[in-house]
């Protein structure tokens, strides 16, 4: 009886890679007294209370095209910062003095989201959606 189970270990990590990467699975690394993350179809964020650390998700688009990237906070003490990367390549940081980013992204390349806080209390999240090219 402890065969089949021992047979169906290694898909658990096979199943954690597969949410990762088609956007379903979210990866943190940070220290908060509360936190509540959330993510969706073109959008990723979450309400948090003294918070420190990286919150990020995996976007890899179905079309290519131009990509508009908004940084929306909501904070009553610390900093966050939106994020945007493809491989460890930094292509756009967004922050409250640069909120908006235009990016051109390719189908099916991997691309990380991320939030980066520091000290913050708040709530705050990243919206994308693919520009018009009427």
Request: contains cysteine.
């Amino acid at each position: 009886m402890k065969w089949p189970i021992l047979l169906l270990i290694p898909l658990i990590p096979g199943l954690v890679w597969w949410l990762y990467d088609n956007g379903y699975a979210c990866y943190n690394n940070k220290s908060a007294v509360s936190f509540i993350g959330r993510s969706g179809s073109g959008s990723f964020g979450a309400s948090f209370t003294a918070c420190t650390g990286t919150f990020g998700r995996c976007l890899k688009p179905k079309a290519e095209g131009d990509y508009h990237f908004h940084l929306s906070a909501e904070l009553s003490k610390g900093s966050v910062q939106g994020r945007i990367y493809r491989g460890k390549e930094l292509l756009a940081q967004l922050d409250s003095a640069q909120p908006e980013a235009v990016l051109p992204l390719k189908a099916g390349t991997r691309y990380k989201v991320e939030l980066r806080f520091v000290r913050a209390s708040g709530s705050s999240s990243i919206h994308w959606i693919q520009e018009d090219r009427r």
